[in-house]
């Protein structure tokens, strides 16, 4: 059984600064892409960030560019997600996701965290 617990987030002013960790626990042969994602009342969720399994590629939501970093720790199954410069519109509910190999069979499926609140007001 595969769970990803995010941690980390919390209220923060306007400009401030936020650590995001997801880990990953369970029967794990592998992990592939690692991501966070984010969903704001009444939105649709997006993407804000994803890293491949060896940390050399990652991609960012135009809106986050600059002020976000996702990075990743294999030895611990954790990915990380430094948030910097925040502002209100960052506002949301994120989620950690994953492509994990659970099986020997080589399958590589998706997994979603619970989610963690971030909330950026004066």
């Known amino acids: 059984q595969v769970q990803l617990v995010e941690s980390g987030g919390g209220l923060v002013q306007p400009g401030g600064s936020l650590r995001l960790s997801c880990a990953a626990s369970?029967?794990?042969?592998?992990?592939?892409?690692m991501g966070w994602y984010r969903q704001a009342p009444g939105k649709q969720r997006d993407l804000v960030a994803t890293?491949?399994?060896?940390?050399?590629?990652?991609n960012y939501a135009d809106s986050v560019k600059g002020r976000f970093t996702i990075s990743r720790d294999n030895s611990k199954n954790t990915v990380y997600l430094q948030m910097n410069s925040l502002k209100p519109e960052d506002t949301a509910v994120y989620y950690c996701?994953?492509?994990?190999?659970?099986?020997?069979?080589?399958?590589?499926?998706?997994?979603w965290g619970q989610g963690t609140q971030v909330t950026v007001r004066s």
């Open positions: 890293i491949s399994s060896g940390g050399s590629y990652t």
């Open positions: 369970g029967t794990i042969f592998s992990i592939n892409d």
């Open positions: 996701n994953a492509d994990i190999q659970a099986t020997m069979d080589f399958r590589l499926l998706n997994y």
